[in-house]
């Protein structure tokens, strides 16, 4: 079936403002949908995830082809507090949007997060059992289960630490070198892992799926793990300042209301061995980043 038309949620989001300007490339009707934000780029279509008619309205008159769901109350900490917003937006909208999909036989793509998992061990499988230890992982988890019920294709695609340029959030490697840049004393957890992921590439991986429809699960994440302290370390070698503002602190210092995975790596080898569109290394990343 061919591709007309893509709606994307959370467009001038993180991750959305890329994806909508990589599909642009390739597709003319991507309806850009927002809240509060307005993207700039795509068909700017408001959509609030918390209105049921909303979302059931907007999917009767657009009729997607394809929908990439990447909106969602991504603040751990609000969602920590505000559970039962979080779980409105990120597991009962998903629903909705889902059960919508299915009706128009559109090909659904949800966007769910490393913090699905515990973190004791990282380097997890899409197949390993998800067990979260904070509310936005469990609102994200109950998002995934939603698909159990779905008979149309669709995919879960899992990623960690999105990274990329924004105007309004500051990613990690974005503040490391601002405040190096100004030689700036800034903490860094040292014993907190990742598989930290460039935005720019997991959008391409996104864009592979849709037009090839490969369906179930799969982790979209860089192709390193890394401490947070030593991704600033990284960082601080391929901008050439000098690492000794970096202090270390650790998980247990953090005044944090939600608790956070220690490890929350993903195992990328079946996107490695699928997609054409492979898992960036943070150093190759990184050098894009900082030369654009
Ligand atoms: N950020 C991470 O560390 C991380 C890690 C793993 C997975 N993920 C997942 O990746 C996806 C994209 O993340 P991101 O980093 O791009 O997030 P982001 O920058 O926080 O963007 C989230 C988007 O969701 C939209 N949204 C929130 N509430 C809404 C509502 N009621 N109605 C409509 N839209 C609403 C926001 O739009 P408005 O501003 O217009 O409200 C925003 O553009 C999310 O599904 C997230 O769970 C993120």
Same mark, same amino acid.
């Given at each position: 079936?061919?591709?007309?038309?893509?709606?994307?949620?959370?467009?001038?989001?993180?991750?959305?403002?890329?994806?909508?300007? #990589?599909?642009?490339?390739?597709?003319?009707?991507?309806?850009?949908?927002?809240?509060?934000?307005?993207?700039? *780029?795509?068909?700017?279509?408001?959509?609030? *995830?918390?209105?049921?008619?909303?979302?059931?309205?907007?999917?009767?008159?657009?009729?997607?082809?394809?929908?990439?769901?990447?909106?969602?109350?991504?603040?751990?900490?609000?969602?920590?507090?505000?559970?039962?917003?979080?779980?409105?937006?990120?597991?009962?909208?998903?629903?909705?949007?889902?059960? +919508?999909?299915?009706?128009?036989?559109?090909?659904?793509?949800?966007?769910?997060?490393?913090?699905?998992? #515990?973190?004791?061990?990282?380097?997890?499988?899409?197949?390993?059992?998800? &067990?979260?230890? &904070?509310?936005?992982?469990?609102?994200?988890?109950?998002?995934?289960?939603?698909?159990?019920?779905?008979?149309?294709?669709?995919?879960?695609?899992?990623?960690?630490?999105?990274?990329?340029?924004?105007?309004?959030?500051?990613?990690?490697?974005?503040?490391?070198?601002? &405040?190096?840049?100004?030689?700036? +004393?800034?903490?860094?957890?040292?014993?907190?892992?990742?598989?930290?992921?460039?935005?720019?590439?997991?959008?391409?991986?996104?864009?592979?799926?849709?037009?090839?429809?490969?369906?179930?699960?799969?982790? *979209?994440?860089?192709?390193?793990?890394?401490?947070?302290?030593?991704?600033?370390?990284?960082?601080?070698?391929?901008?050439?300042?000098?690492?000794?503002?970096?202090?270390?602190?650790?998980?247990?210092?953090? #005044?944090?209301?939600?608790?956070?995975?220690?490890?929350?790596?993903?195992?990328?080898?079946?996107?490695?061995?699928?997609?054409?569109?492979?898992?960036?290394?943070?150093?190759?990343?990184?050098?894009?980043?900082? &030369?654009?």
């Amino acid at each position: 079936m061919e591709i007309t038309k893509i709606l994307v949620t959370g467009s001038a989001g993180l991750m959305g403002i890329q994806v909508v300007k #990589d599909l642009l490339d390739n597709h003319k009707q991507v309806y850009s949908c927002y809240n509060k934000t307005k993207p700039k *780029l795509g068909i700017i279509t408001h959509l609030d *995830l918390t209105k049921k008619d909303d979302i059931v309205n907007t999917m009767n008159r657009i009729k997607p082809d394809v929908v990439i769901h990447l909106g969602a109350m991504t603040d751990v900490e609000l969602c920590e507090t505000e559970t039962e917003l979080a779980k409105k937006i990120n597991t009962d909208a998903t629903e909705i949007l889902a059960l +919508e999909s299915e009706k128009h036989n559109t090909f659904f793509v949800y966007m769910s997060t490393d913090y699905v998992f #515990d973190g004791k061990v990282g380097m997890k499988k899409e197949n390993d059992e998800p &067990n979260p230890i &904070n509310f936005y992982g469990k609102s994200k988890l109950d998002g995934e289960r939603v698909f159990k019920k779905i008979t149309t294709p669709n995919i879960i695609v899992r990623t960690s630490t999105p990274f990329g340029i924004h105007s309004k959030k500051i990613s990690f490697p974005i503040w490391v070198k601002k &405040n190096l840049e100004l030689e700036k +004393e800034i903490s860094v957890i040292v014993d907190q892992y990742t598989s930290p992921s460039y935005v720019p590439n997991i959008s391409k991986m996104i864009i592979e799926i849709i037009e090839r429809k490969i369906t179930g699960i799969i982790h *979209l994440a860089g192709a390193t793990k890394i401490s947070r302290y030593d991704f600033a370390v990284q960082i601080s070698k391929i901008i050439n300042a000098n690492k000794q503002f970096l202090k270390l602190t650790k998980m247990d210092q953090m #005044d944090w209301k939600a608790q956070r995975p220690a490890d929350s790596s993903l195992s990328v080898s079946k996107a490695n061995k699928i997609l054409k569109n492979k898992p960036e290394k943070i150093e190759d990343s990184l050098k894009s980043l900082f &030369n654009q």
